[in-house]
């Protein structure tokens, strides 16, 4: 299945979305976000009900010293949800983020994005959204919304009650094969995992980690059956 430009308009970007002056390497991405489908992303898709709380993340990719690199965070080891994952900066839908429905969970992903960061939004070019996927053990209905960090600016952790750290990482770093393994969780289901930064990326982020790299022809073959409990730290 396809996903067309009106569609992406329609559902999420409400005149905010702007492909226009990308660099030439952030063009198999923008290609993918067009085309993949839902269910090439998670098996976990949004509850038919409409049930789940709406909310945004900020993919955003930049130009580092190694080449193209992603913007991440830790989230602060004391909150009640995914405490102390790497994960991409955003949350959920806020009143003054407006209609999902138009451009509300763009707005959403870049405000979160400044509270969390500090980055400043005036320098993120949006020029792109996957499908809404779901995470069951938290109830979020989470709208990837990809960013091209334009004009780059300081960031850092905002508060240290919700990020323990801010940093980025190469996407060379991310394809390399020695980095990659599968995180298996206590309860036995196994996902993507990258050992970056002194960080393990697992969980929702790796995720959409993992697909971005497949579908925009970046991924490299890797182990497989190399495996990392999620108790590794202790």
Do not use: C
Request: negative net charge.
């Amino acid at each position: 299945m396809t996903r067309t430009d009106e569609d992406l308009d329609h559902g999420n970007g409400g005149g905010l979305l702007d492909r226009s002056g990308l660099p030439d390497w952030l063009a198999p991405v923008d290609r993918a976000a067009r085309t993949v489908a839902p269910e090439q992303l998670s098996r976990f898709l949004p509850p038919a009900s409409g049930a789940g709380r709406q909310s945004a993340v900020l993919v955003l990719f930049g130009a580092g010293e190694r080449g193209p690199e992603l913007l991440l965070m830790e989230r602060a080891g004391s909150l009640r949800s995914h405490a102390g994952q790497p994960s991409f900066p955003g949350g959920a839908l806020d009143p003054e983020d407006g209609d999902p429905a138009d451009g509300g969970l763009l707005r959403a992903a870049l405000r979160e994005a400044e509270e969390e960061t500090g980055l400043d939004p005036a320098g993120v070019q949006i020029f792109g959204v996957l499908p809404r996927l779901y995470i069951p053990v938290s109830g979020f209905v989470v709208t990837p919304v990809l960013g091209w960090w334009r004009a780059p600016s300081p960031v850092g952790v905002v508060d240290p009650a919700e990020t323990a750290r801010v940093f980025t990482v190469p996407v060379a770093d991310l394809t390399d094969p020695e980095n990659r393994a599968m995180a298996v969780h206590p309860s036995g289901h196994a996902g993507p995992a990258f050992l970056v930064a002194s960080a393990l990326v697992w969980g929702f982020t790796a995720g959409v980690i993992d697909r971005l790299l497949h579908f925009a022809g970046w991924e490299r073959p890797w182990d497989r059956a190399k495996q990392v409990p999620l108790d590794w730290r202790s």
